[in-house]
């Protein structure tokens, strides 16, 4: 009974996708919100990777809101796995050579990942790309040595006061007399590292937010017990 | 045919592949990972709404400004998808691996039958298809399904 | 008027640096979140009443639509945010040992169900409904038993599922149009949205926003959550966050998607919706189910009502909405102590005689009996669908008291044990004080609402009348002339 | 272009039904990292690069360790000869 409405589901599902892809006119239509940002970014913004005027200026608030669900996924995991038992058996640490390579990854991977952040705004990559590479930074000596644990207690404080900047640079702005979220400071000159405003600054907070927010859940996930 | 056809063909694809998973998969891993399918191909589908061939990525280098720029806006509502699709794949593999740990199976049919008998059990009812009732058998997933 | 992007914001900044506080003091820790939302409120009522019968759109970040996102308020929205706010500290979440990520997700609900009410932007909306689907799963799974566990992973894989549905439906909103502002779609929707890729657009993105409103094929979730949530998070779920999924999809049908097939389908999908709601809750043999499946059926009626075209279906709708979003609250409160089978529940009211009698009132009400609101409510939707002389909503018309004959069945069979004592049966324990405070207080405003029952239609066919103007919402964001 | 776009495409729809289709779990892995890989460089054609980046980033990099992780946990980690 179950696989028959599934079944009766999926094709139904098949039918629909089938008659959008019969009706529709493909690129037909002009991008009138792209059209529009893209010939006034360069003078409203001041970043030279529009898609970063979109992600921190035009739709800030719907990167606010993805940090938002980053931070509620890692503090639903955290309800959901709960904390390790003391004394709970561990994967044993692995060989010389790859806690020597873990070590020596890690100041790499951490310069890396700052600068695909500080960059954000004139290259592609940003505070999400860098975050990742971050979280991977802290995760890989865990992944080398699992019997160390990571400070669960510091990486809250970091995400608490990153989205927490992310959203005070937006009520400064309203303090201003602007609307929340308006980009702040001087635009300066296009392509240089010291440009677009307060975009950076938002990049920084998005990327230990990011960072932060990732290693826990790597780390939540890798210090629960093996189920068997 | 040209170019954009055949990844329109990708997107719908990858949205048929991952419903299938999503609805005729017994195992919850699998499940999941059919989502992630899903979701990867409703990104696709939205890069491509206002794709045009021939224009160029939306970065200015060297301070020029390209003729004709590539939409920036479903570029950021992509970025932002994938960033909540990893969120919420992080919590699904939590609440699986509690899940395996509390019934011991992840395929969807016991778990479901353990569900309802978990529900009954607290409400003090009888399962009213309790014919095959799991209850003392703790079977233990030991392949993959 | 800018303030009004402090409802969304506030409790957000308070819900990240909560841990920091309560490292500092426990108190502090434990009181930060209800008097922020306390202040929300507060906020949030002191802007409904400035505005009148106006409404303003806040443009973010300064850009002008499409640029940027807008917000929108007019007072449906702000009816609603102030409604998430209140509900959430209404049914703060008191029980499980992690307190502090508890009340961190209680206050991103509510930041996140006043945004979805006052969200002007089509992607936008679609964040804060995977945000109000995050905190959701996070706040059942604050059970900590196996079952909530089970139930939230399934919960996730529908949802998940759904959210995906309405991306694609984004998709191909934003293929046909290039915009992503519902006041620019709703000017360019008469002719760029109205054929068959519109259509299959609405359809996805009603699957999809449909699952939190428990639309009947994607409401599997809904009775085992509900069984094994925590019962306060139960009546959050059914009573507030269902009304904002509701919310949206009847602005997108306001604005967007103007065919009348788009309105069958709504129609169909309501009556299924009733028809095995009801039947389901006649057959269930525990409270906490029977009043998940009945929230299920009372969700149908408001789809049904919503499919009814123009102002009159969404004052109707509108009706019956406000009605639920008081009861289901009050009487999942009530399960609390109740919760199990009905057989069980035998010389309740002996134990507990203020909450046998809050049941009797708010089943009476969710019945349908004059003169109660919810009869009001509808007699309002029954006159409107007779009005509209077409076999469907006949259809959902006889349905819909049909549904109402079983709800009386099964819940008088139920108000019937209370007082029915059999030999060496225990009776259930008597509630807590503040479930039962709470409750008490959601029974009090039903009352009261009949004696203002005049002011109060007037008031929401006021509400309804400005949620249908669609002139008013594109003079009010005022977008970008089109190219 | 296109017959490399065309190679992409059938790449990754075989790799996605193989996701569903394989019994062992790490090999369904494998090939859904090969499907988060081809669509971060469809992304890149598409003149996507920060997309691409972050797909690659999230969907390849990170997505996998999840599963990974997970998939250790559950003790379905195991290779069939």
Not at chain 1, 1 to 14: Q, V
Not at chain 2, 14 to 40: M, Q
Not at chain 3, 28 to 35: D, M, N
Not at chain 3, 191 to 201: D, H, M
Request: net charge neutral; aromatic share 8%.
């Amino acid at each position: 009974m179950r696989r028959l409405s599934s079944a009766l589901f999926l094709l139904g599902l098949g039918l629909l996708i089938a008659a959008i892809f019969q009706t529709m006119e493909f690129a037909s239509v002009a991008p009138i919100a792209g059209q529009a940002i893209n010939a006034v970014a360069a003078e409203q913004v001041g970043a030279a990777n529009f898609v970063t005027s979109v992600v921190l200026a035009y739709r800030g608030f719907d990167t606010l809101l993805e940090l938002t669900i980053l931070f509620t996924a890692a503090t639903a995991g955290g309800l959901v796995l709960g904390k390790p038992r003391a004394g709970a058996s561990h994967d044993p640490d692995s060989g010389f050579i790859l806690r020597a390579g873990a070590d020596l990854f890690f100041p790499l991977l951490l310069v890396v990942g700052l600068y695909i952040i500080l960059h954000g705004h004139l290259t592609p990559g940003g505070g999400f790309q860098g975050g990742v590479i971050l979280a991977s930074a802290f995760f890989i000596p865990i992944l080398a040595r699992p019997s160390t644990t990571m400070d669960h207690r510091r990486i809250s404080m970091i995400e608490g006061f990153a989205g927490a900047s992310f959203i005070l640079i937006g009520l400064l702005a309203m303090l201003g007399g602007k609307e929340f979220l308006t980009p702040l400071l001087a635009r300066g000159e296009l392509g240089a590292l010291l440009s677009a405003g307060s975009l950076p600054l938002l990049y920084i907070a998005v990327g230990l937010k990011v960072g932060s927010e990732l290693a826990g859940l790597l780390a939540q996930l890798s210090e629960t017990e093996a189920s068997d | 045919m040209d170019t954009g056809l055949i990844i329109y063909t990708a997107a719908f694809g990858l949205i048929l592949i991952g419903s299938t998973g999503i609805v005729l998969s017994t195992h919850l891993l699998r499940i999941i990972f059919g989502i992630a399918l899903l979701e990867a191909g409703a990104n696709l589908l939205l890069l491509l709404a206002t794709f045009r061939e021939g224009s160029s990525a939306p970065i200015i280098v060297d301070g020029r400004i390209p003729a004709a720029m590539a939409d920036p806006v479903p570029q950021a509502l992509v970025l932002t998808a994938i960033v909540i699709g990893v969120g919420i794949l992080a919590l699904a593999l939590s609440l699986a691996l509690r899940v395996q740990r509390a019934y011991g199976t992840l395929d969807i049919r016991e778990v479901r039958q353990r569900l309802e008998q978990d529900i009954a059990d607290e409400a003090g009812i009888e399962l009213s298809s309790s014919s095959d009732a799991p209850h003392a058998v703790v079977s233990r997933q030991d392949g993959p399904a | 008027m800018n303030k009004l992007v402090l409802l969304v914001a506030l409790p957000l900044i308070t819900a990240f640096l909560l841990p920091v506080i309560n490292r500092v003091s426990e108190f502090a820790g434990r009181w930060t979140g209800p008097l922020i939302l306390l202040i929300t409120s507060a906020l949030g009522i002191s802007l409904w009443s400035q505005l009148g019968n106006n409404a303003v759109a806040i443009e973010l970040g300064g850009f002008r639509p499409p640029l940027g996102i807008a917000l929108y308020a007019d007072q449906m929205a702000i009816l609603f945010a102030v409604g998430t706010s209140l509900g959430t500290l209404l049914l703060w979440p008191n029980v499980g040992e992690d307190r502090v990520r508890q009340s961190t997700l209680a206050l991103i609900l509510a930041a996140s169900g006043s945004g979805l009410a006052l969200s002007g932007d089509l992607f936008n909306i679609y964040v804060f409904y995977e945000l109000v689907a995050v905190v959701s799963y996070g706040l059942i799974a604050t059970q900590a038993s196996s079952g909530s566990y089970a139930a939230t992973l399934r919960y996730l894989v529908v949802s998940s599922f759904g959210a995906a549905m309405a991306l694609i439906g984004i998709a191909l909103v934003y293929q046909a149009t290039g915009t992503l502002n519902l006041a620019q779609l709703a000017q360019l929707a008469p002719t760029r949205l109205n054929n068959t890729q519109g259509l299959a657009a609405f359809v996805l993105m009603l699957i999809g926003f449909g699952v939190k409103a428990e639309l009947f094929p994607v409401n599997t979730w809904v009775p085992e959550v509900y069984a094994t949530a925590p019962t306060r998070i139960s009546g959050l779920l059914a009573g507030v966050v269902s009304k904002l999924a509701l919310l949206i999809i009847v602005r997108l049908l306001v604005l967007v998607f103007h065919q009348p097939e788009a309105l069958t389908v709504m129609l169909v999908l309501g009556i299924m919706g009733v028809i095995t709601g009801e039947l389901a809750a006649w057959r269930a043999r525990d409270f906490k189910r029977m009043i998940a499946f009945s929230s299920i059926g009372q969700l149908g009626i408001m789809f049904i009502a919503f499919s009814i075209p123009g102002k009159a279906g969404i004052f109707a709708g509108l009706a019956v909405a406000l009605h639920h979003l008081v009861v289901k609250p009050a009487l999942f409160l009530l399960a609390e102590r109740w919760s199990g089978s009905l057989s069980k529940l035998a010389g309740a009211a002996k134990a507990s005689p203020l909450a046998a009698a809050l049941f009797i009132l708010l089943a009476l009400s969710l019945i349908g009996v004059p003169p109660l609101p919810g009869f009001w409510a509808k007699l309002l939707v029954l006159v409107e669908l007779s009005e509209q002389a077409q076999p469907l909503y006949y259809l959902g018309a006889f349905v819909i008291l049909a549904g109402a004959a079983l709800e009386a069945n099964y819940l008088f069979r139920v108000a019937s044990r209370f007082y029915h004592t059999e030999e060496g049966q225990t009776a259930p324990a008597a509630h807590r004080m503040p479930e039962l405070a709470t409750a008490s207080l959601l029974g009090a405003a039903l009352v009261a609402s009949v004696f203002v029952l005049t002011p109060l239609s007037a008031q929401i066919e006021g509400i309804a009348t400005q949620a249908a103007d669609a002139a008013q919402y594109i003079q009010t964001v005022n977008p970008e002339a089109l190219p | 272009m296109q017959s490399l776009v065309l190679f992409i495409v059938v790449v990754m729809l075989c790799n996605a039904v193989a996701v569903l289709l394989l019994k062992d779990f790490l090999a369904a892995l494998a090939a859904f990292s090969v499907v988060s890989l081809g669509l971060s460089v469809l992304f890149v054609i598409l003149r996507a690069p920060d997309v691409a980046m972050t797909e690659a980033a999230i969907g390849a990099g990170l997505s996998s360790l999840l599963f990974a992780l997970s998939l250790r946990r559950l003790g379905l980690w195991r290779m069939k000869g």
